[in-house]
């Protein structure tokens, strides 16, 4: 009977311990894809972790495991959740990124301005902007870079200015211009507006784009 409950007692370790680098493994994997999916580096990672270019390279291969806190750490700097590192499979292409997880500045004159493209950006940047009634980019014109800017309505009725000219704009309506031209945008109607801005190439450096947090939606529409 001693020898019995022996081996089963070995055949449920090795199980479990099996289970354990099989999950390991599949963390490695799924971190791979997402880190290299996202054009980021071993090094960029982990200056993005608070880590090393070895560890992540470690955890990759499965040589090493990681503590909560930097799983989470990980997963913020993915911009997943905890739970998706260790789905099984890697993920596709459709990359899905809820509304309730959009990073966004804190709201300001009226207006919160959302990130919805995914970091390090590289080809393009895309933005959406949450204006209450009177709200704005802000009291003066702006500029940033030299890039090419489309910025489309998605709601409401706003008035973009474009150094000296006016444009009043309704939901489904887009303008083009240079992100080196003095800009602003208004919500003029009587109720909230939303637009998108599409940028590209980026014109946000890393400081920038790191004041952006995960959101909580504004008051119910």
Known sequence: MRKKELAKRAHTIAVVQAGLRGAESGLGVRLKHLRVS??????????????????????????TGASTASLNQIASALRVSVAMLFEEGTPDSGEVLRRSERASLPPADGCRKMLLSRRPLTHMEVYVGEFEIGGSTGPGLYTHGNAHEMLVVLRGVVEVALGDARHVLEEGDCVEYLTSTPHRTENIGNGRAEVMWIIAPPTSAGAELNRYTTWKPLAAR
């Open 38 to 63: 996202r054009r980021l580096s071993l090094r960029q990672l982990g200056d993005m972790t608070g880590t090393s270019a070895s560890f992540i390279s470690q955890l990759e291969r499965g040589l």
